[in-house]
């Protein structure tokens, strides 16, 4: 359908509703109630437009559960998430390892025990500092193009006359 005055980008919707669809697809949450047509965020019974893409019920009307190929798309964003924050934690665990290694090789006599601490600490400081903050970053940003492909397919499976989207800065892309 056309884009309608007041439209909210895709890429604003799925970001805004990730946690939300995320606990639906990992069963914290129930898949039945009434959902908006569109992005499907949950609607009040006397819902008109969704609060979420701004869409009108009458032009996307409302649906009983969430398809299981929008559930999949929220989850790849979650599942690029864990992999990159767990790699770089690896990576931060590695680096203490070496450290402590380094601190065994190298210090002389009882200083040899500062090896412990620098282990258990430094695992815990590098494997924060670059899983949740490098990690999340590369993550979140791989997890949300992930999320936007899946988003893209589900899209022209659902309307294969539609032949473009929007992108986050809002111009039209072609879908091929």
Known sequence: MAKQRGDVPDTEILAALQERIERVARGGAPNAGRFCGYCFARLGATDHACKVCRRRIREYPAVDSIPAEVLLAYLAHRKKMVLWVNVFAFVGIFISILIAGCVVLLAPGAFKLLAVPVLLGGSWYFANLLGGGLGGYIGGRSGAAARLRRWQKYLRSR??????????????????
């Open 159 to 176: 309307d294969p006359s539609r032949e473009h989207i929007q992108d986050p800065d809002g111009s039209l892309l072609r879908l091929s």
